[in-house]
């Protein structure tokens, strides 16, 4: 599924480029970020991809825990959506035509990594005191209640990302307006048994929302604790990451909100998020419709085309209702004339089967490099086409 990965991100990027919306070439604006200790001169760029596409000041600022997510999530297609997928969830209380993105200056690597262990007994603390005066018993897990061999404690949060939003304020200055915060809640617990028998145990939903819930009021009570956190809004989503050999990623499936100055999450609403595999039984089974539908098209260039290997599907649902679908073809071509007409039947039947209301991308590549991409925007009567020279 790396194939399919990389694949879907390249065409992340095509699409902004190709956004539906016509950019923005205003001049560059001169800001001022205001901060409790200091103001410092910034620029936005004067280039916008999208009134749906959120700017960032510059000098671009690193988030100071930049680089936790790839090494704590276990599965690799969780990392971009878990990212992403917040931007995304984001909008619904930082528009995009009102707020800059900022990644997170607030939660360090050292606060992020002890947040994320587990609490210590007593006893292990004073241990670990002995090993390193300065350690902290802050972790978030659950103590481990065997470390003997046999069925431990979960880990539900496996790793948490922070997002700031910017916000202009009098003129050329603008402040931070609020945060976005992500868990991430780990469904899998992996032990060994005392004969080394190695043993998942899967945590329900409804268990790790609850576990998430607790997680949160107590991460929202320490951020208001940190200076310049003390009344801004702070949104929390939870993520449900997906076990790791799961060929789709996991999705969010709860959002809470703090309001200013509140020391605990006010509210809960659900999250209906889903990603689908096509071709497989769960889709089969699950959306029945659109399983019919690629195995069609799937058919369909199978028939016209021999040197066509493979086609995967992605599909993101919302409310139960299809959003988006990604699709990799891997094909094994050895001349540029059948690529072209392979692209322009591809891009024909994708027009035929998917309905223009759903954002549909095709990327078509070798083993070697990608071939050619088809991007349809959702609304869109005919998709951009493009062949790689």
């Not at 899967?202 to 997680?215: N, V």
């Not at 086609?311 to 299809?322: E, M």
């Amino acid at each position: 599924m790396y194939v399919l990965k990389r694949a879907l991100t390249l065409s992340l990027g095509v699409m902004l480029v190709m956004s539906a919306c016509a950019p923005n070439f205003s001049k560059e604006q001169e800001i001022v970020q205001k901060t409790d200790d200091s103001k410092e001169k910034a620029i936005i760029p004067n280039y916008s991809i999208s009134s749906d596409t959120y700017n960032t000041t510059l000098p671009y600022k690193e988030g100071v825990a930049r680089g936790l997510v790839a090494s704590n999530l276990n599965n690799r297609m969780d990392t971009d959506e878990f990212e992403t997928g917040l931007m995304r969830l984001a909008k619904d209380n930082y528009p995009s035509s009102k707020y800059l993105f900022q990644e997170g200056q607030y939660i360090d690597k050292d606060t992020a990594k002890a947040w994320v262990a587990r609490k210590l007994t007593d006893q292990q603390y004073a241990e670990a005191k002995k090993k390193n005066k300065d350690v902290q018993n802050i972790g978030l897990n659950p103590i481990n209640t065997n470390n003997k061999g046999g069925k431990t404690s979960p880990i539900y949060l496996s790793h948490l990302v922070e997002q700031d939003y910017l916000v202009k304020k009098n003129g050329k200055e603008v402040e931070l307006g609020g945060i976005m915060l992500g868990l991430a809640m780990n469904p899998v617990n992996s032990y060994v048994e005392a004969d080394g028998t190695p043993k998942e145990e899967i945590t329900s939903r409804a268990k790790l929302e609850d576990e998430g819930q607790k997680i949160a009021n107590q991460v929202v009570d320490r951020m208001r604790k940190m200076k310049g956190l003390e009344n801004v809004p702070i949104n929390i989503a939870l993520f449900e990451e997906k076990p790791n050999s799961s060929k789709v990623p996991g999705s969010f499936i709860a959002m809470g909100t703090s309001n200013e100055g509140s020391v605990r999450v006010d509210g809960w609403s659900k999250i209906n998020e889903e990603y689908a595999l096509f071709p497989s039984t769960q889709a089969s089974d699950e959306h029945g419709v659109h399983a019919t539908k690629f195995n069609n098209f799937k058919k369909q260039i199978e028939k016209y085309f021999p040197n066509f290997t493979s086609a995967v599907g992605q599909g993101f649902y919302k409310d139960g209702s299809l959003q988006k679908l990604d699709i990799t073809i891997e094909v094994q071509f050895k001349g540029k004339g059948e690529l072209v007409g392979f692209t322009q039947f591809v891009a024909g039947e994708m027009t035929k089967y998917f309905p223009k209301n759903i954002e549909t991308n095709v990327n078509i590549q070798s083993v070697e490099s990608p071939e050619s991409i088809i991007v349809r925007k959702k609304n869109q009567d005919k998709p951009f086409v493009h062949i790689y020279k």
